[in-house]
């Protein structure tokens, strides 16, 4: 049940656009479209952003999107706005029947 | 509005135990698979415990197998978490989390509460 890899932080100007990857294995990522992101302001739970790997839930910007490429996720921000700043996590299933989230990425608007 | 309200966190001593609660509103309990995750301060998202929607199945995490117990009482709308053998480690704010599902799948933690903070130190 090994974390799933993130960058550790990322960072971008407004109006730019940031990636972050989420990088797993064939046993979750790469086996499952159950793929979603979350956001975290601090001292706030998490709101999801992203699930089944692309879907956006209604009231998520559209600058919010999502991919995968065999185990690797990536959350895309376009856009980027003073608010987005915040922690992101990714999260998928496993196929022992458990869940694993990435270790956090700190995202700064510069 | 749907709504998850965590309770009974504390300060503990290691070795001791305490109980969690959850307590889900505005949706049909009983339909929905049901997560406790934590946070330690400072640090990231860990996913803990799973149940189904009936009670079964039942997953964990390495780092708490063995000494939490998730469990859910459908009639009361609540989850629970009985953690014991507390460790310094098990220091953190738990979330409880509804798996959500859509018209054709079931796989993503939304929404969450707002946690109940759990600090195990002599």
């Known amino acids: 049940q090994s974390a799933l890899t993130q960058p550790a932080s990322v960072s971008g100007s407004p109006g730019q656009s940031i990636t972050i990857s989420c990088t797993g294995t064939s046993s979750d990522i790469g086996a499952y479209v159950y793929v979603s992101w979350y956001q975290q302001h601090p001292g706030k739970a998490p709101k999801l952003l992203i699930y089944?790997?692309?879907n956006r839930p209604s009231g998520v910007s559209h600058r919010f999107s999502g991919s995968k490429s065999g185990s690797t996720a990536s959350l895309t921000i376009s856009g980027l706005q003073a608010d987005d700043e915040a922690d992101y996590y990714c999260n998928s299933y496993t196929h022992s029947g458990s869940w694993v989230f990435g270790g956090g990425t700190k995202l700064t608007v510069l | 509005e749907v709504q998850l309200v965590e309770s009974g966190g504390g300060l503990v001593q290691p070795g001791g135990s305490l109980r969690l609660s959850c307590a889900a509103s505005?949706?049909?309990?009983?339909?929905?698979?049901m997560n406790w995750v934590r946070q330690a301060p400072g640090k990231g998202l860990e996913w803990i415990s799973y149940i189904g929607s009936s009670g079964y199945p039942i997953y964990y995490a390495d780092s708490v197998k063995g000494r939490f117990a998730i469990s859910r009482d459908n009639a009361k709308n609540s989850l629970y978490l009985q953690m014991s053998s507390l460790r310094a480690e098990d220091t953190a704010l738990y979330y409880c989390a509804r798996i959500d599902c859509s018209t054709t799948s079931c796989g993503w933690f939304d929404p969450w509460g707002q946690g109940t903070l759990v600090t195990v130190s002599s």
């Open positions: 089944d790997v692309t």
């Open positions: 505005g949706f049909t309990f009983s339909n929905y698979e």
